[in-house]
Structures are given as C-alpha cells and as structure tokens.
C-alpha cells in the first residue's frame, strides 16, 4: 500500500505517516514550509525499515497540487490533513469585523484545495477499484468557537464533500470518511493553557485526551484495506466528548 498524507512533517500528520510504515505501508508526506521536520519524518521511517519520501504541496496554491500527486506516484489511501490555520485568531476580532478576503483564503485552501487533491488520486484509485481517502476534520466544525467562522466553516465542508464523494466513488471501491480531532495532545508547544486541556480531559469518559498517535491509529485503520465497506462517516475522536469548554 503506498499512502498519501498531507501535512506530514508535524503533528497528526506525521503520527500517521509513522503509523502507516510501520503497518507496511509506503509513505509519501508533503510539507509545505516545514522542509526540515519533513526530512526528519522521513529519515525516522527510513531508520525503522520503512520507504517514504517528502514533496511539497501547498493548499493555497493550486498549481501545486498536480506535481505533489504526479511526484508521489500512484495513491492508494490520502490522508487530507495539512490545512491553512488562518491568520485572524479565534476571540481577536468580531464575526462581523473578519475581512472578505479570509473566508476566501480559509475555502480556498482547505475546501477547494483538498477537492483538487481528491480529484488528482482519483483517477488512478478508480482504474485499480480501491482506494481509501480520510478527510481530517475538527471538533471546531461541528461545535463552533468564539469569534472568526472560516476555519470551522471550511472544516464543516470535508463532512458535506466525504458524504457526496462516499456515493459517487463507492461502486469503484473507493471508501471515504472523516476523522475528527478533538483537543490533541501532540507533544509540541502549544497556545493553550494547561488549565483547558485538564478541564477538556476531565469532560471525556477516558478522563484523558488523544495523542497524536491515538489520532493515527483511527486514521490508519479508516485508510486501509482493514477498512472493508465504512464509507461517508464522521467518526469522532474521544477527545471531542468535552468540547464545549471556550475556556480562553
């Protein structure tokens, strides 16, 4: 299996690229300006045995998307996870003050950019009769946050894309879902208080928010053969039960 995961070098995106070689897979990430955390990604598959490679692909830049696909070579499971965060912050400015141009950019690249990836591994998945696509989503989309819409908007739109896409490709063994992230705890520095993620945690069964690699390990099992005829779900992450918090 040769998997495609955006947004590979940090994060999500780079626990599932792990997840996947070490299933066996080959591993294709791309980056967009994270050049060397893609090149680290990559050289820890390679030391525990695996095949993977990095290319650059960037959302808001359509024109990349066609040689990213064209470079990684045949797909058969895309992992759409890279996204553009924005650039006006959840709680900075009212709803009514959000410039015209961030809706733009926030479906330019996360809606309409990820649908031109879907349609360039398309094609091939359709000429071989599998293929897995898993759209990464938020807890944000389904919940809201204060302020600014354009990220939870655009993240809303994978749900609508998944549910068509599961029909119009499923008789072409093509299954497709959503994978929805809750508050994750992916081992980085993060803007969020400590006091939120306790308070997030303490609203889950678990008592405990998802790593990165609980992430992967849904995301790899929706992009795989394993996967045997789930198609246009949202599957949500534990971490997503304590949502709601808006704690800032």
């Known amino acids: 299996m040769h998997a495609l995961v955006t947004g590979g070098s940090s994060g999500i995106g780079a626990a599932t690229a792990l997840a996947y070689a070490r299933a066996g897979a080959r591993v294709t990430i791309t980056y967009n300006t994270g050049t060397d955390r893609a090149a680290e990604v990559v050289a820890r598959i390679e030391e525990e045995g695996g095949e993977a490679a990095a290319v650059h692909l960037d959302l808001e830049d359509h024109a990349t998307v066609a040689p990213a696909v064209a470079a990684a070579g045949p797909v058969d499971a895309l992992v759409a996870n890279a996204v553009r965060w924005g650039t006006v912050m959840p709680g900075s400015v ?9 809706w733009s950019a ?3 690249a996360n809606v309409v950019g990820n ?13 071989r009769r599998f293929g897995r696509i898993v759209l990464v989503s938020s807890g944000a989309a389904e919940e809201g946050q204060p302020g600014p819409g354009p990220y939870g908007t655009a993240k809303m739109a994978l749900h609508g894309l998944a549910r068509a896409l599961a029909w119009e490709a499923g008789g072409d063994g093509i299954l497709v879902n959503v994978a929805v ?4 705890v992916t081992g980085g520095r993060h803007p969020i208080p400590q006091h939120v993620f306790d308070e997030v945690a303490s609203r889950t069964p678990t008592r405990r928010l998802s790593t990165a690699d609980d992430l992967a390990a849904l995301i790899v099992f929706l992009g795989s053969a394993d996967n045997r005829n789930l198609t246009g779900e949202i599957i949500r992450d534990g971490s997503n039960a304590g949502r709601s918090v808006h704690i800032g």
């Open 115 to 127: 649908a031109l990836l879907i349609q360039a591994v398309l094609p091939e998945m359709r000429r």
């Open 181 to 184: 992230a809750g508050l994750t």
């Open 106 to 108: 926030a479906l330019h």
């Open 94 to 102: 009212a709803f009514e003050d959000v410039p015209a141009a961030e």
